[in-house]
């Protein structure tokens, strides 16, 4: 996710816990949401466009399918959502929110770092970009694993220069620094670089209209593909990995559509 944030305090501090891959972990997931939601998916390609309330439902059912993959895994315990939008709100046992402040997005993750630690600082954490409609319980069970051995790691973007999630053990002090090339700033901050092969659904955040066109390319999950059914994005036959379906969104798009069901 390349979207910038407020700078935040560092969370934790003490002696670090080794991790074990049995650890339950915490996981945080801010979402911005409202109507600047996903802006850069807010430009033309051809004859797309994608208009403001679009732009919301999309970033809505990315937001879903993300929490639903993470509450699926099984090293998930607890997540946290940081968020003022109504919208994002959903029931699960796993699920607690809190209420973004609206002071940026490193400002959202520390908080809900700080929030996760104050309910229980025996277990380590993580956040995640809310912009992973591909991901799967598979694909961040591998990285919390991998992320149970070292005080604190990182995930890189598929475009090898942003950040998908960063993780700390108990103790470990952690300084969320999402935003312009923030997996060199993570690293810089003592981040473990996480060994995620490229194809992982955790790399394939969704900022412009390209990366959605990538993540239909996958397969994206039920919430994000009811928006692109109803907005006619897509058609309703399920896309498979590498079938090449729906491989551009410039042919003949118009954005005039009715209400989504999903929404």
Request: proline content about 7%; hydrophobic content about 40%.
């Amino acid at each position: 996710m390349t979207n910038g944030g407020s700078p935040a305090n560092a969370s934790g501090g003490g002696p670090i816990i080794p991790g074990n891959q049995n650890a339950s972990w915490a996981l945080i997931v801010p979402f911005k949401g409202g109507s600047g939601a996903k802006s850069r998916l807010r430009g033309s390609a051809g004859t797309v466009t994608i208009d403001p309330p679009l732009r919301r439902e999309l970033a809505l059912g990315f937001l879903r399918d993300t929490v639903a993959a993470a509450a699926a895994a099984a090293s998930v315990g607890r997540i946290i959502i940081v968020s003022s939008d109504p919208g994002a709100v959903m029931s699960h046992p796993k699920i607690r929110m809190l209420e973004d402040q609206g002071l940026g997005l490193n400002a959202a993750v520390d908080a809900g770092i700080e929030f996760a630690r104050s309910l229980d600082r025996a277990i380590p954490v993580a956040a995640i970009t809310a912009d992973l409609p591909c991901l799967t319980a598979a694909d961040l069970d591998y990285a919390l694993e991998c992320a149970g051995h070292q005080p604190l790691t990182v995930v890189q973007d598929r475009n090898g220069t942003g950040t998908t999630m960063i993780s700390a053990l108990p103790g470990a002090r952690v300084r969320p620094l999402f935003g312009y090339r923030s997996r060199d700033a993570h690293i810089a901050a003592a981040h473990h670089l996480s060994p995620i092969p490229h194809g992982s659904t955790l790399r394939a955040d969704v900022d412009t209209v390209d990366d959605l066109a990538a993540a239909i390319r996958v397969g994206v999950g039920e919430n994000t593909r009811a928006v692109l059914i109803c907005s006619r994005f897509q058609s309703s036959q399920p896309a498979r990995a590498g079938d090449g379906a729906f491989p551009r969104l410039s042919e003949n798009l118009i954005v005039q559509r009715k209400s989504c069901p999903a929404f």
